[in-house]
């Protein structure tokens, strides 16, 4: 007799499981940004490093580099300090930002070293709209006799 409780229960307990809420699972994946890089929105994968003219996968924690004709994943990139970068977060989204080089090395050129931007950028103090648009020959907007 001490069989029928024990089914009785179990009858009992089965109804309530069924009648239940399904349980939920949630995951969250945080990724943060290296502390040589801006702070990335959500949903960012990569960084554009103009200074090496390759990429950083903010999720694997690797470097994309041109080595040997082929794009390549490096957890380090030897004779480069990364606190000397001056990466940008690019909105792409796949596994391949690559495809994309072109448009990001003319939006993002190289880092230049201080004084060079007026080389590159022909900027000439006092002389032209210090945009590198114009001829150098225009009057300026300084004070000095010409």
Same mark, same amino acid.
Not at 24 to 30: G, S, Y
Not at 50 to 73: C, K
């Given at each position: 007799?001490?069989?029928?409780?024990?089914?009785?229960?179990?009858?009992?307990?089965?109804?309530?499981?069924?009648?239940?809420?399904?349980?939920?699972?949630?995951?969250?994946?945080?990724?943060?940004?290296?502390?040589?890089? !801006?702070?990335?929105?959500?949903?960012?994968?990569?960084?554009?490093?103009?200074?090496?003219?390759?990429?950083?996968?903010?999720?694997?924690?690797?470097?994309?580099?041109?080595?040997?004709?082929?794009?390549?994943?490096?957890?380090?990139?030897?004779?480069?300090? !990364?606190?000397?970068?001056?990466?940008?977060?690019?909105?792409?989204?796949?596994?391949?930002?690559?495809?994309?080089?072109?448009?990001?090395?003319?939006?993002?050129?190289?880092?230049?070293? !201080?004084?060079?931007?007026?080389?590159?950028?022909?900027?000439? !103090?006092?002389?032209?709209?210090?945009?590198?648009?114009?001829?150098?020959?225009?009057?300026?907007?300084?004070?000095?006799?010409?």
């Amino acid at each position: 007799m001490k069989l029928f409780p024990k089914l009785a229960f179990s009858g009992v307990f089965a109804l309530f499981l069924a009648g239940a809420a399904p349980a939920q699972a949630q995951i969250n994946i945080n990724i943060n940004s290296p502390s040589w890089g !801006p702070a990335a929105p959500a949903g960012a994968q990569y960084y554009y490093i103009p200074d090496i003219g390759g990429y950083y996968d903010l999720r694997g924690q690797r470097y994309i580099v041109y080595r040997n004709n082929a794009w390549t994943r490096v957890t380090s990139l030897n004779g480069y300090n !990364p606190a000397n970068f001056h990466p940008v977060v690019i909105d792409y989204r796949g596994s391949q930002p690559w495809v994309l080089i072109r448009d990001h090395r003319a939006k993002y050129p190289k880092a230049m070293p !201080p004084g060079q931007a007026k080389k590159y950028y022909g900027v000439h !103090p006092g002389k032209g709209n210090g945009h590198g648009k114009g001829n150098g020959n225009g009057k300026g907007h300084g004070k000095d006799k010409h």
